[in-house]
């Protein structure tokens, strides 16, 4: 069975995607990004990993297509260096 329920995530500006699916990242970046929107968090840090950036391309040509996106980059040594995407949101 695959009839799960929703897994409530806190908002406070950190979305760790190494919990979910990649088929997931598409439709959670967005919900995250408006949660976080809508809780007055204008920097949002998403941790996508290393690997071999895969997963951070997919994240990246997701913030592309967002408007709510005013612009991003990777992280540097304190925020968790090219494993992670440091978003600004529009105001």
């Known amino acids: 069975m ?4 929703p897994i409530e995530y806190p908002v406070e500006g950190t979305l760790d995607l190494h919990t ?3 088929k997931e990242v598409k439709g959670l970046i967005h919900n ?10 204008f920097s949002v840090r998403i ?3 290393k690997g071999n950036g895969t997963l951070r391309d997919c994240v990246h ?7 709510l996106v005013k612009n991003f980059r990777l992280g540097n040594e ?7 995407t440091i978003v600004y949101l529009r105001h």
């Not at 995250?32 to 968090?41: D, E, N, P, S, T």
């Not at 040509?61 to 408007?67: G, H, I």
């Open 61 to 67: 040509a997701q913030l592309r297509k967002l408007n």
């Open 20 to 22: 979910f699916h990649p």
């Open 47 to 49: 941790v996508h990993g």
């Open 78 to 84: 304190f925020s968790g260096g090219w494993g992670a």
């Open 32 to 41: 995250y990004l408006k949660a976080c929107h809508g809780k007055k968090i």
């Open 2 to 5: 695959d009839n799960q329920d």
